[in-house]
């Protein structure tokens, strides 16, 4: 066996392996499946290990002691397997055949008893069809996945065309891969895409959304972002974004984080647009208000930003928002790690309401929350005002006057 199924079969966590030797026993062929075996092979550390085996749900079910039928209508039970700290989740999902797949996402049957072979032809993508026995310790790779990862290709498996009509999230899929993986798309894989898009107009926004995240945090983002461009994915679904090739370059720059980069996807749009944008893919609040805020604020800040510049921008968005600023702006991260330290709102202030109030001789009123504001904006271009003396100094004797009269 050469190193790279010893590594793959060292890296098979042990309560997979039972699981794989429980059914086994019984009779039934079980084997590690998918993205793991695929990890494993590339020398990354899998997170997720699913098991396939010819046994159906309800023999599954039979043979452990605490399961869960997550998903037992398309074949798949979590068995909760090992024991203390080792205890994992293990998927595993009877081999099964398909119907066809009127709502481009899922099948509108599902046959179980195929064989394994059968089962892993109607996988999306060749590198992704391989099966490890780790009982037998013999690998199932009859599409030639190990050539692919070996030439570092993303093919799909059998008919392109087909696989995407089945599932249009496939197509997403297809250029997440390459991003994450660094891999190369086939050809004839890409040429099917622009024929597909029909398929993936109907899958949920939301899980559109999942994958794209994910491909933004990719090694090779902009590569995938550049396939998608020309196949029209991000024609569908990303139709507000015009200027690319910047954007190229920014989503390569920025931290590999998905809400920076999508920030620096959509840098040239306006904000209005990006808000549109984000509520259609099912962005969370938060993360759509970070980006719309870093859209807003960073087209027009010069390379030469002030400290006061930087302070005021801060006042506006929060202190929250400055190492977001500060990553897609490394130029200023140093100011802008000076401009969180200081003062930027009433809260900031060495004088407080109640103290205005005092100094002033005024209760609560409309002049109390101007006089605070005018304050606010003294500490902003002077952080070093900011002390009590100086402060009730200030309001007695240049902020008193503007006041309206009491």
Not at 107 to 128: I, K, S, Y
Not at 333 to 357: N, T
Request: with cysteine.
């Amino acid at each position: 066996m050469d190193r790279d199924l010893e590594r793959l079969d060292g890296l098979v966590p042990p309560p997979v392996r039972e699981v794989c030797q429980e059914l086994q026993a019984a009779g039934h062929q079980a084997v590690t499946v998918g993205g793991c075996v695929r990890d494993a092979l590339l020398g990354r550390v899998p997170g997720d290990w699913d098991v396939a085996t010819s046994a159906a749900p309800a023999e599954v079910v039979a043979r452990f002691r605490r399961t869960i039928p997550t998903g037992i209508q398309h074949g798949t039970v979590t068995v909760m397997a090992g024991r203390g700290a080792d205890r994992l989740a293990v998927e595993v999902t009877a081999f099964r055949g398909e119907g066809a797949y009127s709502d481009a996402r899922r099948p509108d049957e599902v046959v179980f008893g195929v064989p394994l072979e059968e089962d892993l032809a109607r996988r999306d993508f060749v590198v992704n069809a391989i099966a490890w026995d780790p009982i037998g310790r013999r690998l199932h790779d009859p599409f030639g996945g190990r050539g692919d990862l070996a030439a570092r290709l993303l093919r799909a498996v059998g008919d392109p065309a087909a696989r995407f009509y089945e599932d249009g999230l496939r197509i997403v899929r297809a250029i997440r891969f390459v991003a994450v993986l660094d891999f190369a798309l086939d050809p004839a894989t890409e040429a099917a895409i622009p024929g597909a898009l029909a398929s993936l107009a109907r899958v949920s926004r939301e899980r559109v959304r999942v994958e794209l995240l994910k491909l933004l945090v990719g090694a090779a983002a902009g590569r995938a972002l550049e396939i998608g461009r020309r196949t029209g994915i991000l024609a569908q679904v990303l139709p507000e974004l015009a200027a690319f090739a910047p954007a190229l370059a920014r989503v390569e720059a920025a931290p590999a984080d998905g809400v920076l980069r999508t920030a620096a996807l959509l840098l040239d749009l306006p904000p209005g647009h990006v808000d549109l944008a984000l509520r259609r893919l099912t962005y969370s609040n938060a993360d759509r208000e970070r980006v719309v805020a870093l859209v807003r604020e960073l087209p027009g800040l010069p390379a030469g930003a002030s400290d006061v510049d930087l302070r005021r921008l801060l006042a506006r968005t929060g202190k929250p928002l400055a190492p977001d600023l500060a990553a897609l702006r490394p130029d200023l991260a140093d100011g802008f790690a000076a401009a969180a330290q200081a003062p930027l709102a009433a809260g900031d202030l060495a004088l407080k309401g109640p103290d205005v109030m005092r100094i002033l001789g005024v209760d609560p009123g409309p002049a109390v929350g101007q006089a605070i504001r005018e304050l606010v904006a003294r500490v902003l271009e002077d952080p070093a005002l900011n002390t009590a003396a100086t402060l009730e100094r200030l309001l007695r004797d240049e902020v008193a006057p503007g006041l309206p009269p009491r």
